[in-house]
């Protein structure tokens, strides 16, 4: 299931509706700060009243100023499903260098053979233009992170540091939908695509799976009914191991010119693998990811948080350190919850035909029965660990944009909270939820006795039950980015509304 896919057939209702964000809580209120854009999906701040943002579909990154908005850079995108002009980070030291990196995905002619792109790279040097929504029209590896020059004008292609999976249509002709008898259909969605700079000037990136099933998924030895035996290909590239067709479902850390840092978690291990595996291997910082929107550093602590996307069960918000293996596809959820996981995906019919986890090779049959049964099936990396999540939600929310408020701007009760949008505007028209952490940053606050456990244990998808106190705004469409401005305030990015809001203190 795709959850981005899904919720763009409703952004011409968002349009029509005109239903405009509130705040439900009283000392706080929101305006809209820039109208007019078509799916942006993030934002970056270079001064007051000034900052990038990114369209989805058209490519382009418009240049912000005092209202003002300008073109400086038209990628030729292949936009389908979740793929598209993604994420935006400024280098650390923009004000001297000017240098600003993008995740997007690149277009290439469909090939005559469906189940075979017709390229495995992008070309080296961005391709400018025409974009796609065609499914097939992708390279292998068709999504990618460079790095451009801000020179006041215009973004000039400096370098590129990564290509990774893109192309998402399998090989295999069975199994068949059992309802249809149709093949795994071709998919374009679970691309990840945030990307941020940490305190320790490295560049974070978020892959996820693309609808892999291999290793880096927690299946040792590949797409087989218990992830054990003999090994088996992932797809028609081969896998399961990681090399450069398979390594999905990852946050990767990298310096600046896309080299690999020496203190990755699992850089030695990687460097005696060698070749093109051992070298993802070095990259890694977590892995086990099965797809998300929103990826963040808190101001505070310096640590990283992510939230996670299920299929049907137990989306997620991790505080994520490195070596973390997160669990997927064997887990998701507390582990002591896999029974829930499994009953949920084994009967639910969500926006599918059947109970399936998008890939129809690995059937929600296959999870495990029993906590211990499902950590003995993870992948382990030397070095690795499997910790459960901060908050999740037993039937999914589909979180999206995450932001911490890095001021107090809007009054010291928010100073340093965690705020998150949805990808979807099934629940309030699109909810926007505040989460507080505990004074060692490393823990979600809950002030409701419900909550000890850290699970909302909501009854329905799009549901919030025990944790509706986190819930401060609706309307806000589907959110693919929160930033604290350079004023103190926080804005909001709903792709579906185009439009930015800024949050600010009610006079």
Excluded at 447 to 464: F, K, M, Y
């Amino acid at each position: 299931m795709s959850k981005l896919v899904l919720v763009c057939g409703l952004v011409l209702f968002a349009w029509i509706a005109g239903a405009a964000p509130t705040m439900l809580v009283p000392n706080l209120t929101v305006n809209l700060y820039q109208g007019g854009l078509a799916l942006p999906t993030t934002m970056a701040f270079i001064g007051a009243n000034e900052f990038f943002v990114l369209e989805k579909n058209s490519g382009k990154v418009k240049h912000v100023i005092n209202g003002n908005v300008h073109e400086v850079l038209d990628l030729a995108v292949n936009s389908s499903s979740e793929r598209g002009l993604l994420g935006v980070a400024l280098h650390p030291n923009f004000g001297t260098n000017h240098f600003v990196y993008l995740y997007w995905s690149c277009r290439a002619p469909v090939s005559a053979d469906p189940f075979m792109p017709s390229q495995t790279r992008c070309v080296e040097t961005p391709e400018l233009g025409a974009d796609t929504n065609d499914v097939l029209a992708t390279p292998l590896l068709g999504n990618r992170v460079d790095r451009f020059v801000w020179n006041g004008s215009t973004l000039m292609f400096d370098r590129n540091l990564i290509m990774l999976r893109a192309f998402q249509n399998d090989g295999a002709t069975s199994p068949l939908n059992p309802v249809t008898g149709q093949m795994q259909p071709p998919r374009a969605n679970h691309d990840g695509g945030v990307i941020a700079f940490g305190p320790d000037a490295k560049l974070y990136i978020i892959i996820g799976d693309v609808g892999r099933r291999s290793r880096l998924q927690n299946l040792p030895s590949g797409p087989t009914p218990t992830g054990l035996g003999a090994t088996v290909p992932d797809d028609q590239f081969g896998g399961p191991q990681p090399d450069d067709a398979h390594f999905t479902g990852v946050i990767i850390r990298l310096n600046d010119d896309g080299s690999t840092p020496v203190d990755n978690p699992f850089y030695s291990h990687g460097a005696g693998i060698g070749g093109e595996v051992g070298r993802n291997i070095q990259k890694i910082f977590a892995y086990g990811i099965r797809n998300s929107f929103g990826m963040t550093f808190d101001p505070l602590s310096g640590n990283l948080w992510a939230q996670e996307n299920g299929e049907d069960a137990f989306d997620e918000l991790n505080l994520v350190e490195p070596g973390m293996n997160s669990g997927w596809i064997q887990i998701a959820g507390p582990v002591a919850r896999v029974a829930q996981y499994r009953q949920i995906e084994t009967t639910s019919l969500h926006h599918e035909d059947f109970p399936n986890l998008q890939q129809f090779r690995w059937s929600p049959e296959n999870i495990a029965q029993t906590p211990g049964e499902a950590l003995s099936r993870l992948f382990a990396l030397p070095g690795s660990h499997y910790s459960d999540p901060e908050f999740s939600w037993k039937f999914v929310i589909a979180p999206a944009g995450l932001g911490f408020l890095n001021s107090r701007a809007l009054g010291p009760q928010f100073f340093g909270d965690l705020f998150m949008g949805l990808s979807t505007t099934d629940t309030l028209g699109g909810a926007l939820l505040r989460i507080h952490l505990t004074g060692n940053r490393r823990k979600v606050a809950v002030d409701n006795s419900g909550l000890e456990d850290r699970v909302d244990d909501n009854t329905d998808v799009h549901e919030l039950t025990e944790s509706a106190g986190f819930l401060v705004g609706r309307d806000f469409g589907i959110v693919t980015d929160i930033k604290t401005g350079p004023d103190g305030n926080l804005y909001v990015v709903s792709l579906s509304q185009g439009a930015i809001y800024r949050i600010t203190r009610r006079p």
